[in-house]
């Protein structure tokens, strides 16, 4: 097989899962821009998920939030799903959009509030027995704003208390995802502030707790391919929350902002075999479409991913091992340089067309007529969940 050839035989197998807040309005603390057509329940943001995955071929899953997404009978939204050819995929949890949660969840200094989170994430994974979900993601807003406000390592205790008791409800075939965040909206400390701290925690859970790189979680700067490297080298990468950022948690469209690092972040991943078919890597998208419409925004980023995916496929491996054996420095950039510098668009054409998908996902689904039908169906539209 041409490397070509070996490519699209993982592009094909590539699975970007998406994410159910993504189809709602949303906005910043200043505004939410309403747009027409945007979901009014679970169902109908499944409809515009595999809606995205109709012109992609590679988003057949659709991660979901509770309360946001909660419905009487999981077993009626899951066939929704599967008759419209996807699948109800990680489990959110929300311990950050409660005016008990003001001074922190499962950290929180009150046992009874504690009570109440740790209650809702047993209530996560009881929606998990039914949907069928693997994964359980976590992201605390916990922290503090002022030093002296609450003891750092009594946090830490009462996270470790609620992690572990989380990670025993969980049966053999789930797993806890610890997704870190550097700040927002606690300003001085953060309970789970980085990947070390995730890490940790996850060591001491077992095999079944990873931890969960948002591309946006991390001060300007970061090399977080290393972190990929290492995480991916210890086997605790448990899942990708995918966007761009410019200053902070941005949560625009992946590869917008810095489509080399997204590169670079992929080959990492490709290189320690994280897209071979026995990887259990979840890759998801973590995005908020504020102002652009929220179905084109999401076949963007998936596009996105393959094009960087592409990319860190087609980079000569032979060469670069050899060029970094010689210590030639520029030689070994070089061939990685190449690699990035592919135009990849005509093969990820041609591997849609193979798929039986549009070659051109952005146009095709402009042309679907898809966007007017939703606009004239579907009247007040709901928030993501944000202040809905
Ligand atoms: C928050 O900043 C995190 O990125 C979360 O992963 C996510 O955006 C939120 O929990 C919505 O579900
Ligand atoms: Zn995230
Ligand atoms: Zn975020």
Request: proline share 4%; glycine share 8%.
């Amino acid at each position: 097989m041409t490397g070509r050839e070996a490519a699209k035989s993982v592009l094909r197998a590539q699975k970007i899962e998406l994410p159910s807040w993504a189809f709602g309005n949303s906005g910043t603390r200043f505004k939410v821009f309403a747009q027409q057509g945007v979901p009014r329940d679970p169902f109908e943001k499944i409809a515009d998920a595999a809606r995205v995955h109709a012109h992609t071929g590679v988003a057949p899953s659709i991660a979901l939030h509770i309360p946001w997404d909660a419905v009487d009978d999981y077993a009626v939204l899951g066939r929704a799903a599967a008759d419209v050819g996807i699948k109800l995929g990680t489990i959110n949890a929300n311990v950050f959009q409660d005016d008990d949660y003001k001074l922190g969840s499962v950290t929180n200094p009150d046992p009874a509030v504690r009570r109440k989170a740790l209650d809702h994430l047993f209530a996560c994974v009881d929606v998990m027995d039914r949907t069928g979900s693997r994964d359980l993601k976590l992201w605390f807003s916990d922290g503090t704003n002022y030093p002296g406000q609450d003891d750092i390592r009594a946090r830490q205790d009462r996270l470790a208390e609620a992690l572990s008791a989380v990670y025993e409800r969980l049966s053999a075939d789930q797993r806890l995802i610890l997704e870190y965040k550097l700040f927002e909206p606690a300003f001085y400390t953060t309970d789970v502030p980085d990947w070390g701290t995730s890490y940790a925690h996850c060591l001491k859970l077992g095999e079944r707790a990873k931890v969960c790189v948002d591309t946006g979680h991390h001060a300007p700067g970061t090399n977080i391919e290393f972190i990929v490297a290492f995480l991916l080298r210890e086997g605790k990468l448990g899942a990708f929350d995918f966007n761009s950022r410019f200053y902070a948690d941005d949560d625009l469209i992946v590869g917008a902002a810095d489509p080399f690092q997204l590169f670079r972040i992929l080959f990492e991943v490709v290189n320690a075999g994280g897209l071979a078919a026995d990887s259990d890597i979840a890759f998801m998208l973590d995005q908020c479409h504020n102002i652009e419409p929220k179905i084109p925004g999401q076949i963007r980023s998936v596009m996105n991913v393959q094009e960087a995916t592409a990319k860190a496929l087609l980079v000569d491996t032979e060469a670069l091992g050899a060029a970094q054996a010689a210590g030639d420095v520029l030689g070994a950039n070089g061939v990685l340089m190449d690699a990035y510098n592919t135009d990849v668009r005509p093969l990820l054409a041609e591997l849609r067309e193979e798929m039986g998908v549009d070659p051109d996902p952005m146009g095709a689904y402009a042309r679907s007529g898809y966007a007017e039908q939703i606009t004239g169906d579907r009247v007040g539209g709901r928030q993501a969940g944000w202040g809905a």
